[in-house]
């Protein structure tokens, strides 16, 4: 488990193809803003670059981080370097999407020093990922773990997702097989939460979907007969603030 004793900084990449319809985080999807972003976010580190001493672990987080061009993500990690501390052992963590991962992103990532990968997969069932509108399918999600294997990232850790429509114990079983099959240093399993503001939270306030019961959400999370040994993470929700994705990564 990943001690941290300094803060840690989060960077929110608000970019995404397309938008999740149970997502609540802040993204849009035109990318055409790209580099005002970066001019934006480089003038707040200004302002913040004397306000802390040392930091042991930086995330960027999403949106989807991992939709940047290279050359934008190493400019953003050179200004981040140009204007504040690090401890000597940071643990760095970038989410992806799976089918952002292809062997030009995974050395301009180590190249960048990244050593922990947290990989949105939700599913290995490409019928729970239609459902979530997800852009990458089974098999893009089983691709990106084995270049991220050849790739050996210090850690990878993975996100999976519960309590959907028409998924039963038996297909969330075979899909937490094939995430422990790669051996990844954490799994952390969200149930399908609806939040207000998303698509999905409509047509829950519109009486149109109802959320799981809570005897059906505690069968998805008590059923795992797991050969790994690996830390594998269940939760009622999905992550609702910075500090939490953060504390998710420090549980490997």
Not at 92 to 109: G, M, Q, R, W, Y
Not at 228 to 234: A, D, L, R
């Amino acid at each position: 488990m990943t001690e941290f004793t300094h803060p840690g900084l989060y960077v929110h990449v608000p970019f995404c193809k397309t938008k999740c319809p149970y997502c609540d985080f802040y993204s849009v999807t035109s990318l055409s803003s790209i580099q005002d972003w970066l001019e934006a976010i480089k003038r707040e580190m200004l302002l913040y670059r004397d306000r802390f001493s040392l930091f042991d672990s930086l995330y960027l987080g999403g949106g989807t981080p991992s939709l940047l061009p290279d050359h934008d993500l190493a400019e953003l990690h050179h200004h981040l370097l140009h204007c504040f501390s690090f401890s000597s052992d940071t643990e760095f963590t970038v989410e992806v999407n799976p089918d952002d991962i292809h062997s030009s992103k995974l050395v301009a990532l180590q190249d960048l020093g990244v050593n922990r990968i947290s990989m949105g997969v939700q599913s290995f069932d490409d019928r729970d990922l239609r459902f979530l509108k997800r852009r990458h399918t089974a098999d893009q999600a089983v691709t990106a773990m084995d270049g991220l294997k050849g790739a050996a990232f210090a850690k990878v850790g993975l996100d999976l997702m519960y309590g959907l429509p028409g998924q039963t114990e038996s297909s969330w079983l075979k899909t937490l097989e094939q995430a422990t099959s790669f051996n990844p240093e954490h799994i952390s399993c969200y149930q399908l939460t609806l939040e207000e503001r998303t698509p999905f939270g409509i047509l829950k306030t519109q009486g149109e979907w109802k959320t799981l019961d809570e005897e059906t959400g505690s069968a998805f999370s008590s059923s795992p007969r797991l050969s790994s040994k690996k830390k594998v993470t269940f939760t009622t929700r999905s992550p609702t603030s910075q500090e939490e994705k953060r504390t998710s990564a420090g549980t490997t």
